[in-house]
């Protein structure tokens, strides 16, 4: 069984900084990308960032030039860290990361809970 364990959300004010941090565990074999997507209400969830493997990123241009996500293969964590935050990227954020839990197993992509970020004006 996999699991994916999100933190770091909460209200911040217009300009200020969040991070937030998914936690992989469990039935673990191979870990490929990893990233974080975000779901405001009334709106379909869109990607935010990816990184690779390898460390190659890919960001939204909603908040490329803001937004940095890392990740530690060996934690298996992915952390997205938000600056100059506005109004408009209130949503509930979601980890997403493409593992297999066996060599032979194929790949499948996993979610997190979520975990909600209000930005205030």
């Known amino acids: 069984q996999v699991q994916l364990v999100e933190s770091g959300g909460g209200l911040v004010q217009a300009g200020g900084s969040l991070t937030l941090s998914c936690a992989a565990s469990?039935?673990?074999?191979?870990?490929?990308?990893m990233g974080w997507y975000r779901q405001a209400p009334g709106k379909q969830r869109e990607l935010v960032a990816t990184i690779s493997r390898v460390g190659t990123t890919n960001y939204s241009d909603s908040v490329k030039g803001r937004f940095a996500i890392s990740r530690d293969n060996a934690k298996k964590t992915v952390d997205l860290h938000m600056n100059s935050l506005k109004p408009e990227d209130t949503a509930v954020y979601y980890c997403n990361v493409e593992l297999r839990t066996s060599w032979a197993a194929r790949w499948v992509d996993y979610w997190g809970q979520g975990t909600q970020v209000t930005v205030s004006s």
């Open positions: 469990g039935s673990i074999f191979s870990i490929n990308a």
